[in-house]
């Protein structure tokens, strides 16, 4: 689905308000069942680099919540694409993350490349 500027902008301020609610079960209902994560800090959390499905997001934001209590997402900005957007955000200890979004004719993120800033917060 194509998006406009405002579709975008409202679908990433909805998942980052989720998100900064901390309500792991809530979290999960932005993802497609199958959902695929591809992210560096995964394989730290739960063996590896690229997480399956919800019950393999349950396992990999159930413990960054945990060890990250104080977790909280600040938008930078926003970009769109066809059926992408990607959220250029702040995040734990002001690291810069860069997140792609692949969106499902449901409206649920089917594929989610994460990429983290090489550069010190």
Not at 113 to 120: D, I, K, Q, T, V
Request: proline fraction near 3%; charge should be negative.
């Amino acid at each position: 689905m194509p998006w406009t500027e405002q579709e975008a902008v409202a679908f990433v301020q909805h998942h980052v308000e989720v998100w900064n609610k901390h309500d792991l079960e809530e979290i999960l209902q932005l993802y497609a069942e199958d959902v695929e994560l591809t992210s560096p800090f995964a394989g730290q959390m739960v063996g590896s680099d690229v997480v399956r499905g919800r019950d393999g997001l349950r396992a990999y934001f159930g413990t960054a919540l945990a060890r990250n209590p104080d977790l909280r997402f600040e938008i930078v900005d926003v970009l769109r694409c066809l059926d992408s957007v990607t959220i250029y955000m702040r995040s734990v200890g002001g690291r810069m993350v860069a997140e792609v979004l692949f969106v499902d004719g449901d409206g649920l993120i089917s594929k989610v490349l994460a990429h983290y800033s090489c550069a010190a917060p």
